[in-house]
């Protein structure tokens, strides 16, 4: 039976004497009031409950981080490498159940679920690659019998602090990178899915402890904002990665860059599709749907904005209306299902509150927009995803509101006046266009073209591969992660000259004789 939990998270060696979490240093810690019961979206059922950390759990995890720093960064970057690959194939054997909670916690469907921890393997397979090339330039030096170039070390203890739609890939992403480099990282997973964080523990703990390795390599602490701003405002953390909504971001980078520290922010999107008057429609509509219900709209590369020459406007309406009632909307684990609930009650009330706005300033419900009662909607989590013909400029379209509501704005004119649209907004993460013309697609990506970090032609906003670097500019923050050199955030570089001559000529040409 897919929907016993018990069973799950048996396969994944979470034994029920621990999974109140009470026990063991790294994670949950002492106990104290601040207990959290875990319900599914999916059905509204109690899986678990687990226990904040405090102040002072925290501290002694920094200090298990810190002293496990002082022997991880010896160790050569190929032999962490070799770590990663069997955390990547501890991961692969565990798939099938941890993508199953990953569903059952977050509501993603278990495709998704599983493609997240697919995610997760690939990035291994990437960070073991990169552990034998984390490499520096030489440059030729002004001097001669001079050599000069720059190398990278290890930078210590990360920060990672995530969100609750991507439980466990986005973490992955930070921390494999992480310890090829040689650092150590805390991860402190959203509030709303920590059980995924602690099955991956689970695993790791086990490769840790099969190779002699300390825990303190990978930590994890439970807890919500409180402990992030421990994590934020904490000067043994150089760098703090943070994803999670604009306004968390806004403080995170405040708070770290009051000491100089680093931050990278994976903050909200609002992201856009065009589609032009010379989009292959067939294929659009597969990437306009997907991106838009997909995961429940909760993705920060969503499309929420539909930009769509007026030429095509009521084919495209037609076509969204015909395929919207018929979307498998349902429990996230039952075969075939598309759209599962959303994360909380919370969310409900933003979806509908959001519709209510967009129609008080002129926006047009075409389709959705309810919640979905009765048996098979257990939880009360579960919406009609929604279509609005609606303005780019209306406040509630400038706003990320985190569910599957897709605004449908028209556009006349030329390719030009639609990327002014879709840069018309205070976030940056992904864009996309749909056109066969190659005039129109390079001016998409060219400097005067989109202005986020993610653009994508005859592909829709979301679904990246990790190969690339992924993020996004403006209100989201300016982070890259995963792929591409994203690995150098998570180093020091120095930049060393090295003197084999017989003299000591000064650079510039600059004489200063003693
Ligand atoms: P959220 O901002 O509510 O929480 C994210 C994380 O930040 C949680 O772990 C939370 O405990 C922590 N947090 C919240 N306030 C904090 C504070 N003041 N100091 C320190 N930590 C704090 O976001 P959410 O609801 O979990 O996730 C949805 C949001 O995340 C959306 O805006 C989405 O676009 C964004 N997101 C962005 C990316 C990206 O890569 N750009 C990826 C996934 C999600």
């Known amino acids: 039976d897919h929907h016993d939990i018990q069973q799950i998270l048996r396969e994944l060696g979470i034994k029920a004497d621990n999974a109140a979490f009470s026990t063991g240093l790294i994670w949950g810690g002492a106990a104290n009031e601040k207990n959290r019961a875990i319900h599914s979206p999916a059905d509204g059922k109690l899986i678990a409950s687990v226990r904040f950390a405090t102040a002072a759990d925290y501290e002694q995890v920094v200090q298990t981080a810190q002293g496990a720093f002082q022997s991880w960064r010896l160790v050569p970057a190929p032999r962490r490498g070799d770590i990663v690959r069997q955390i990547g194939n501890k991961l692969r054997e565990f798939k099938e159940p941890l993508g199953k909670l990953v569903s059952y916690e977050m509501g993603k469907i278990l495709q998704e679920g599983l493609g997240e921890v697919q995610e997760m393997i690939d990035i291994c397979d990437f960070a073991v690659g990169l552990s034998r090339q984390l490499h520096g330039f030489t440059m030729h030096s002004e001097r001669p019998a001079h050599r000069m170039y720059d190398q990278y070390h290890p930078l210590g203890v990360v920060g990672i602090i ?5 439980p466990v890939a986005v973490w992955s ?6 310890a090829v480099c040689g650092d150590v990282c805390i991860w402190k997973p959203s509030e709303k899915t920590p059980l995924t964080g602690v099955a991956v523990q689970h695993i790791i703990r086990d490769v840790l402890r099969d190779n002699e390795l300390p825990e303190g390599i990978f930590n994890l602490i439970i807890g919500d904002a409180e402990i992030g701003q421990l994590l934020a405002a904490d000067g043994r953390v150089p760098l703090v990665s943070a994803t999670g909504s604009t306004r968390m971001g806004r403080k995170v980078g405040e708070v770290v860059g009051a000491r100089l520290g680093r931050a990278l922010l ?3 999107g609002n992201n856009a599709i065009i589609l032009t008057e010379h989009a292959d429609l067939d294929i659009a509509m597969r ?3 997907f991106g838009a219900v997909g995961t429940a709209g909760q993705r920060c590369t969503t499309t929420r904005r539909l930009i769509i020459h007026e030429s095509l406007f009521e084919d495209v309406k037609q076509r969204l209306l015909s395929i919207y009632p018929k979307l498998p909307i349902g429990n996230p684990l039952t075969e075939g299902t598309l759209v599962g609930p959303l994360i909380d009650e919370a969310a409900v009330r933003g979806f509908t509150q959001a519709l209510e706005a967009v129609k008080q300033e002129g926006g047009n419900l075409l389709f959705g927009g309810q919640m979905l009662t009765g048996d098979q909607y257990p939880g009360g989590n579960y919406v009609q995803p929604a279509l609005v013909e609606a303005e780019n400029h209306y406040h509630t379209v ?4 985190f569910a599957p509501i897709l605004y449908l704005i028209k556009y006349s004119g030329d390719v030009d006046a639609a990327i002014a649209l879709q840069n018309g907004v205070r976030q940056g993460l992904s864009s996309s266009i749909f056109t066969l013309n190659m005039r129109e697609a390079e001016a998409f990506l060219a400097q005067a073209g989109s202005d986020c970090g993610i653009a994508n032609v005859n592909i829709g906003t979301s679904g990246a591969e990790i190969g690339g670097a992924f993020g996004g500019e403006k209100e989201t923050g300016g982070g890259r992660e995963s792929g591409s050199d994203a690995w150098k955030i998570y180093m020091r570089r120095q930049t060393n000259t090295i003197n084999y ?9 600059i004489k200063f004789d003693i």
């Open 162 to 166: 995530s969100a609750f739609n991507f």
């Open 287 to 289: 990437a306009v749907v």
């Open 173 to 178: 992403w930070n921390a494999m990178l992480a």
């Open 266 to 268: 994976e903050l909200g």
């Open 398 to 401: 400038q706003e990320e509101t």
């Open 501 to 509: 001559s017989r003299e000591l000529p000064l650079a510039q040409g």
